[in-house]
């Protein structure tokens, strides 16, 4: 059995723990930011291939106590990194501290590139080269106020890059953090769903993958598959098995549309590419003017956030619209709005029924639940 550590999404740690329990993970244990679990390279593999809402999944090679940087070397330099991966591969370490006493994060993720670069050398005569970009193998510290844990990345890129997106407009959203989203939501494969404001297509993307059982990591590589305990036929089983769940693309009752033909033009083609075409239905339309495509069904949104200057009035003027448009043409549907903006309820003169911390990046947001009753839903 192996020890893992799956980060996430601040907000998303309660869906990610789900996940982990499909994959057959066991000793649980949801934490600020992301999970801890056990198991083998099965449940491994499983996590980094099926899960929509992780970043990476780190598995645990070392941990125990320190007080300065030397300890950090030490404990570094006693473990047989060659026994990990091949010194033909070029690596990069990540330091990451909570109320970490060091001084500097800087010299601690030097001292224990160093230490592994001095086994390396002790071991088999020559060191690995560090590549901070696009290295082969990530190797993570996890700091506290007097412990240390060292994980090497069992994902490579994040898990949130699917491969399927080329092209994205300005602040993109995340994919776990769709993905996330929509489950929050509740949205099930075959009921309605619309996203107005859709810039290149992120919520449709995840959602049409879900619709049609595409494994969100089929299209990628994973940082495992470097690894010295690599275990490629377990790895093509479960790969396989994933294969052979995929529907055939039909059209899945995803809509999505967006003011600036832009973003249209640059969610058709990332769901082109992807091979999702057939599955959402596209329109130019702004938010004001959208039908409801169905007599109920879940409307999400991420409106712009008012970053630059002359923005926030602009949407001070634009909520109210939104709002009457709801109340006027979505009765029975339930609404859900991703923002930093937590006037957005209030200019919307709408009630939300919940209202769910998430973090996008840094940026502190709320998803807001609406849910449009008919008649009027004012205070």
Request: net charge positive.
């Amino acid at each position: 059995m192996n020890q893992y550590f799956a980060t996430c999404p601040r907000g998303l740690e309660a869906l990610l723990v789900n996940e982990l329990r499909v994959c057959k993970a066991s000793d649980i244990k949801p934490t600020d930011g992301g999970v801890g679990f056990a198991g083998d390279l099965t449940v491994c593999y499983h996590a980094n291939l099926h899960s929509r809402i992780a970043t990476r999944i780190l598995m645990q090679v070392g941990r125990g106590q320190y007080a300065t940087e030397d300890d950090l070397y030490q404990a570094a330099y006693k473990l047989n990194w060659p026994n990990w991966f091949d010194v033909k591969h070029d690596f990069m370490v990540k330091v990451t501290g909570v109320k970490c006493p060091l001084k500097s994060l800087e010299f601690a993720t030097l001292r224990i590139k160093d230490a592994v670069c001095d086994k390396f050398r002790q071991v088999v005569g020559s060191r690995p080269y560090i590549d901070t970009k696009t290295p082969a193998v990530r190797i993570h510290a996890y700091l506290t106020v007097d412990s240390y844990q060292y994980y090497v990345d069992t994902s490579g890129d994040a898990l949130y890059q699917r491969g399927n997106r080329n092209a994205s407009i300005e602040a993109p959203l995340r994919e776990n953090l769709a993905a996330g989203i929509l489950q929050l939501s509740g949205w099930q494969a075959g009921q309605p769903l619309l996203d107005p404001m859709c810039g290149s297509g992120t919520f449709l993307l995840e959602a049409a993958m879900v619709a049609l059982n595409i494994a969100p990591g089929l299209k990628r590589g994973f940082g495992f598959e470097k690894l010295k305990n690599f275990e490629s036929d377990t790895w093509k089983k479960i790969k396989n098995a994933a294969l052979k769940q995929i529907k055939p693309v039909t059209f899945q009752k995803i809509y999505g549309s967006d003011s600036d033909l832009r973003a249209v033009r640059v969610a058709r083609q990332n769901l082109s590419e992807a091979g999702l075409l057939e599955a959402v239905q596209l329109a130019q339309t702004n938010i004001t003017e959208v039908v409801a495509p169905a007599d109920n069904g879940i409307l999400i949104a991420n409106p712009p956030y008012g970053v630059r200057i002359g923005e926030d009035e602009e949407l001070a003027l634009l909520y109210p619209k939104i709002g009457e448009t709801l109340k006027r043409k979505f009765a029975g549907w339930n609404t859900y709005f991703l923002t930093s903006d937590m006037r957005l309820p209030k200019l919307m003169r709408l009630t939300p029924s919940k209202r769910t911390p998430l973090f996008n990046g840094p940026l502190e947001c709320r998803l807001f639940e609406i849910k449009m009753v008919a008649g009027s839903n004012r205070k």
